[in-house]
Nanobody
């Protein structure tokens, strides 16, 4: 079965950095685009970043553009989100997701808290 397992979240001070990972299994990872979303307390889930199957095309939400980099390793079946210069408003649960045959799969999420 499809599984997405995020890791790498934690507590970081403003201006700090984190790298999130999402390990995928149960499907041919290299055939699917991957996405990161986030959901802050009391807010709707929002799209953060996208990466194409081979990693050559990427796109980012304006709210984080210039501070994040999405990448993938199709051998390790893992997608990453490098986040720099984090701000308190980046505090959220971060999820990876993909759509396979019109069904969207989500991981359990990893908490990122930006606070001094």
């Amino acid at each position: 079965q499809v599984q997405l397992v995020e890791s790498g979240g934690g507590l970081v001070q403003p201006g700090g950095s984190l790298t999130l990972s999402c390990a995928a299994s149960g499907f041919t990872f290299s055939n699917y685009a991957m996405y990161w979303y986030r959901q802050a307390p009391g807010k709707e889930r929002e799209w953060v970043a996208w990466i194409a199957t081979a990693g050559g095309s990427k796109n980012y939400a304006d709210s984080m553009k210039g501070r994040i980099t999405i990448s993938r390793d199709n051998v390790k079946n893992t997608v990453y989100l490098q986040m720099n210069n984090l701000k308190p408003e980046d505090t959220a649960v971060y999820y990876c997701t993909t759509t396979i045959y019109f069904h969207q799969y989500w991981g359990q999420g990893t908490q990122v808290t930006v606070s001094s």
